[in-house]
């Protein structure tokens, strides 16, 4: 069974910086593209950045202008988001998928549960 | 970036009736296209993926239909669990974009 544990959320201040991670299971990690999809409260879900299955080639939404860097380690089959400059606008639960390729091909099979950012001071 | 228009905004139903959700893309995606379904407080979940593909589980009265900028998720006949917000998604431009949803509710 394919899970995704996300962990990292939490309060952070405007201007700050935070980190999450996704640790998977269940599936060959090093072999699927993983996506960050974030649903700020009430609202719907956006695209933030995808990552293709070696880490070489990376996408971002182009609202981030530069302030998140995904990354991943295929040896801890974890995923991560970085993220700085942080604003009231990134709140929100930031979920990570699994692509269906080894490039990023935006076909999300398995999601996981999400982790709640909250930027306020 | 392509802007997916999901309509309506709300779609108000009764279990047993037939539900009909329409998504536009601005520009074509093909047929990639896929829907999700998602409950309060729980992830989305995939239903169907490249317009008319259902996902792993799916029950079948899910269908999907449609390609280009015109797409449909038709529910043939409601569930009381089938009650909750639908997204379309596109992966026809590598800048993934979602609708804003259709919330089914019970009439």
């Known amino acids: 069974e394919v899970q995704l544990l996300e962990s990292g959320g939490g309060l952070v201040q405007p201007g700050g910086s935070l980190t999450v991670a996704c640790t998977a299971s269940g599936f060959t990690f090093s072999t699927h593209a993983m996506s960050w999809v974030r649903q700020a409260p009430g609202t719907g879900l956006e695209w933030v950045s995808a990552i293709n299955a070696g880490g070489s080639r990376t996408f971002y939404a182009d609202s981030l202008k530069g302030r998140f860097t995904i990354s991943r380690d295929n040896s801890k089959n974890t995923l991560y988001l970085q993220m700085h400059s942080l604003r009231a606008e990134d709140t929100a639960v930031y979920y990570c998928v699994e692509d269906v390729g080894y490039d990023s091909s935006g076909s999300f099979d398995h999601w996981g549960q999400g982790t709640l950012v909250t930027v306020s001071s | ?107």
Request: charged share 20%; net charge neutral.
């Open chain 2, 1 to 107: 970036e392509i802007v997916l228009t999901q309509i309506p905004d709300t779609l108000s139903l009764s279990a047993g009736e037939r539900a009909t959700l329409s998504c536009r893309a601005s520009q074509s995606v093909s047929n990639y296209l896929a829907w999700y379904q998602q409950k309060p407080g729980q992830a989305p979940r995939l239903l169907i993926y490249d317009a008319t593909k259902r996902a792993t589980g799916i029950p079948a009265r899910f269908s999907g239909s449609g390609s280009g900028t015109d797409f449909t998720l038709t529910i043939s006949s409601l569930e009381p669990e089938d009650f909750a917000v639908y997204y379309c998604q596109q992966r026809g431009d590598w800048r993934y974009s979602f609708g804003q949803g259709t919330k089914l509710e019970i009439k």
